[in-house]
């Protein structure tokens, strides 16, 4: 079965950078996109982006254009996403999740909690 | 790119149908019929409902169903459980991004 296993959760410092992993398991990783899509406590879902693994092509949105890094390790079937310069308004549960056709979101992570306070 | 409109909120009785509107632009709803819908229960990771536009995956129930009409997409859901009380998602593809409604709260009276 699909499973996307995400690392745990994290606190960290304004002006850090974080970087959660996505675990892929049950399907050839190569195969499809992942999103990463965030909510804030009490908020709605918001759409961050995506990545190939295949190629390592990447999409972003353009609020987090130039804040956002997608990439993956085939190898051990993982993605990762890295956020830098957080500030208190990135606190959120990041999601990643396997896309189908035109960004269908399948299969989803379980999500990780970044914390940004000082 | 601005997020898709839906109501803040939605209830109905055991039995009940309940329909969820979801209304963008000609750019996004409108144009394309890649918009999909989730559920999401509280502390748990969404769950695809509905996707281009009115197809289910396995294992949903035919108690859920979309359509579209121009730029509104709805959800109807019959037959209401108290399982379906949860917070609904739309979502549609536009110019190779993704944007999200704001999410609707469904009620179970």
């Known amino acids: 079965q699909v499973q996307l296993v995400q690392s745990g959760a994290e606190v960290k410092k304004p002006g850090a950078s974080v970087k959660v992993s996505c675990k892929a398991s049950?399907?050839?990783?190569?195969?499809?996109?992942i999103n990463w899509v965030r909510q804030a406590t009490g908020q709605g879902l918001e759409w961050m982006g995506w990545m190939n693994p295949n190629s390592g092509n990447t999409g972003y949105a353009q609020k987090f254009q130039g804040r956002v890094t997608m990439t993956r390790n085939t190898s051990i079937s993982t993605a990762y996403m890295e956020l830098s310069s957080l500030r208190s308004e990135d606190t959120a549960v990041y999601y990643c999740?396997?896309?189908?056709?035109?960004?269908?979101?399948?299969?989803w992570g379980q999500g990780t909690l970044v914390t940004v306070s000082s | 790119q601005s997020a898709l409109t839906q109501p803040a909120s939605v209830s109905g009785s055991p039995g009940q149908s309940i329909t969820i509107s979801c209304t963008g632009t000609?750019?996004?709803?409108?144009?394309?019929?890649?918009v999909s819908w989730y559920q999401q229960h509280p502390g748990k990771a969404p769950k695809l409902m509905i996707y281009?536009?009115?197809n289910r995956p396995s294992g949903v129930s035919n108690r859920f169903s979309g359509s579209k009409s121009g730029n509104t997409a709805s959800l109807t859901i019959s037959g209401l459980q108290a399982e379906d009380e949860a917070d609904y998602y739309c979502?549609?593809?536009?110019?190779?991004?993704?944007?999200f409604g704001g999410g609707t709260k469904l009620t179970v009276l």
């Open positions: 999740a396997r896309g189908g056709v035109r960004r269908t979101l399948f299969y």
């Open positions: 000609s750019s996004d709803v409108g144009g394309y019929n890649y």
């Open positions: 979502s549609s593809y536009t110019s190779s991004i993704v944007v």
């Open positions: 049950g399907y050839t990783f190569t195969s499809y996109d």
């Open positions: 281009e536009v009115s």
